[in-house]
T-cell receptor, first 114, second 116 residues
Framework: TQLLEQSPQFLSIQEGENLTVYCNSSSVFSSLQWYRQEPGEGPVLLVTVVTGGEVKKLKRLTFQFGDARKDSSLHITAAQPGDTGLYLCAGALYYGGSQGNLIFGKGTKLSVKP | DAGVIQSPRHEVTEMGQEVTLRCKPISGHDYLFWYRQTMMRGLELLIYFNNNVPIDDSGMPEDRFSAKMPNASFSTLKIQPSEPRDSAVYFC??????????????FGSGTRLTVV
């Protein structure tokens, strides 16, 4: 059973389109991170969100942490071919005041065609 | 900074052989993590170290896997004997803390292991 479910698994869009990918769980996370991974490379951290309801923007990328800290979304505006990659969410489970290790979802594979 | 350095980048070996993967973390990072990535299971934490001491190895699949960190600048993951189901990309990552709220993890480029 995957603690963090990411959807969709695959997404292929044209340059200029907007998109949203999701990261969902039935568990509460003390914090959640988004990474982007390109072929043949390791994941690279994009953002960390720690407060329920928090919204962070990174140029054309908008990240949101759900109010209940069980889910998150990543929205990309006007996607570009350079956005192509595997987007991974990773969460630290909340254990009544303490934090567990980082757990990764399987990712959304995004392809942006010119 | 050169980042997290892993070697080799690719390894092809025969079933039953010993495989050793190597990692040099970023200087000053007290935490080192070993992950395995497959299409089926995604990224799985195998083991992590804090100040060279193994803290949690509950993700190590079985006794064929072992990891060491003899000093702050070097870690190894060994598989002996290797099996075809061990084929995956193995990542090493480091962080100045547990990476949960502040710095995140810095990953190496990975070692793609193929066991035939």
């Amino acid at each position: 059973t995957q603690l963090l479910e990411q959807s969709p698994q695959f997404l292929s869009i044209q340059e200029g389109e907007n998109l949203t990918v999701y990261c969902n769980s039935s568990s509460v996370f003390s914090s959640l991170q988004w990474y982007r991974q390109e072929p043949g490379e390791g994941p690279v951290l994009l953002v960390t969100v720690v407060t329920g309801g928090e919204v962070k923007k990174l140029k054309r990328l908008t990240f949101q942490f759900g109010d209940a800290r069980k889910d998150s979304s990543l929205h990309i505006t006007a996607a570009q071919p350079g956005d192509t990659g595997l987007y991974l969410c990773a969460g630290a489970l909340y254990y009544g005041g303490s934090q567990g290790n980082l757990i990764f979802g399987k990712g959304t594979k995004l392809s942006v065609k010119p | 900074d050169a980042g997290v350095i892993q070697s080799p980048r690719h390894e092809v070996t025969e079933m039953g052989q010993e495989v050793t993967l190597r990692c040099k973390p970023i200087s000053g990072h007290d935490y080192l993590f070993w992950y395995r990535q497959t299409m089926m299971r995604g990224l799985e934490l195998l083991i992590y170290f804090n100040n060279n001491v193994p803290i949690d190895d509950s993700g190590m699949p079985e006794d064929r896997f072992s990891a060491k960190m003899p000093n702050a600048s070097f870690s190894t993951l060994k598989i002996q004997p290797s099996e075809p189901r061990d084929s995956a990309v193995y990542f090493c990552a480091s962080s100045p803390d547990r990476g949960i709220q502040n710095y995140g993890y810095t990953f190496g480029s990975g070692t793609r292991l193929t066991v035939v």
